[in-house]
């Protein structure tokens, strides 16, 4: 008869302990693992217990803690930072790290939103949109409202910020920890945020654009295939130069969300607001990891 165990997550500070506090007790789980991401991984609304995310709603076959280091608004290009990740790296490696089963990320969702967000007046290559002036009046598909410029400076950004990742977790006792990443499940461009102080994030950019509503959600949807196909060439061209490390795609955009309503400010579908899912949201998310991270613990 099988178990399933709720992931218990803790703060970093936790995993070394404050004051007397000597160090967490590892050892009462079965299987211990280390986090770093983005508000999927922490806080997608305001207040926060308005949702929930991936790792509170993550159920395993094995007691596991989770180190979460994840925060809001992180992008992969700063989850290995040496000046504003001091903490994440102490866990990683070097001569106070942990051994980990198993690394979770969640990143790239934030890189690919400031992207899209670089306005009409920058150079070409340095915005993923087209102006109504490039493009032609009619885009074929969604992908004539993108510059291949753009995409092709932001694979490269991407590409240098994951293997500074890789590098990173090469240099301690973790080098060839399983690693697992996610895609993004698609989501609709509406105005709708997280409270008053953030969001919405796609639906401003679009608009700018000049981009027509009714092709948000089909260019929205490209940019995450596009995103989705790029993480997985990272993994698949890293794990040809070293086939003996586990790196691995977990895929979200399978698991079934329901999409919004582009016209809903609020809560609509599977989704608290435009780029956060709701509770049930993230419990089929969780489903999704638990599928790839169980038969790795």
């Known amino acids: 008869m099988s178990t399933d ?30 986090a770093q991401g983005d508000s999927w991984f922490s806080i997608g609304s305001i207040p926060p217990g308005l949702t929930s995310n991936v790792l509170a709603e993550l159920w395993l076959s094995h007691s596991a803690v989770i180190v979460n280091c994840a ?47 670089v306005g009409p007046d920058a150079p ?9 002036d490039e493009r032609a009046a009619l885009p074929a598909d969604a992908a004539g409202y993108l ?13 240098e910020v994951f293997a500074h990742f890789i590098d990173e977790r090469a240099s301690g006792q973790n080098w060839h920890t399983p690693t697992l ?27 700018a654009f000049g981009i027509p509503l009714d092709d948000w959600g089909s260019v929205s949807a490209e940019l995450m295939r596009r995103l989705d196909r790029l993480l997985r060439q990272l993994v698949d061209a890293h794990r040809a130069a070293d086939p003996a490390d586990t790196l691995v795609v977990v895929d ?13 400010d609020g809560v ?7 780029i956060h899912p709701t509770r ?14 169980d038969p790795l613990l």
């Open 71 to 117: 925060r809001p608004g992180k992008t992969l290009a700063h989850m290995a930072d040496t000046l504003s990740e001091t903490m994440f790296l102490r866990l990683l490696r070097g001569p106070s790290s942990f051994r980990w089963d198993a690394i979770l990320l969640s990143g790239g969702g934030n890189d690919l939103i400031d992207a899209a967000s």
């Open 280 to 293: 049930e949201g993230y419990k089929k998310l969780a489903v999704a990891w638990r599928a790839a991270l």
């Open 147 to 159: 510059s291949g410029d753009g995409w092709h400076t932001f694979e490269q950004h991407l590409g």
């Open 268 to 274: 609509s579908g599977d989704w608290q607001n435009e």
């Open 252 to 264: 979200t955009q399978a698991a079934g969300l329901v999409p919004a309503d582009p016209t809903a």
């Open 181 to 207: 990443l996610h895609n993004y499940a698609p989501l609709v461009p509406r105005a709708a945020g997280a409270g008053l102080i953030s969001g919405p994030w796609l639906q401003p950019a679009f608009a």
């Open 5 to 34: 165990f709720r992931a218990q997550i803790i703060a970093p500070a936790a995993a070394y302990g404050q004051g007397d506090t000597g160090l967490f007790p590892f050892d009462l789980f079965d299987r211990q693992c280390l």
């Open 124 to 132: 070409r290559d340095r915005r993923l949109l087209l102006r109504a």
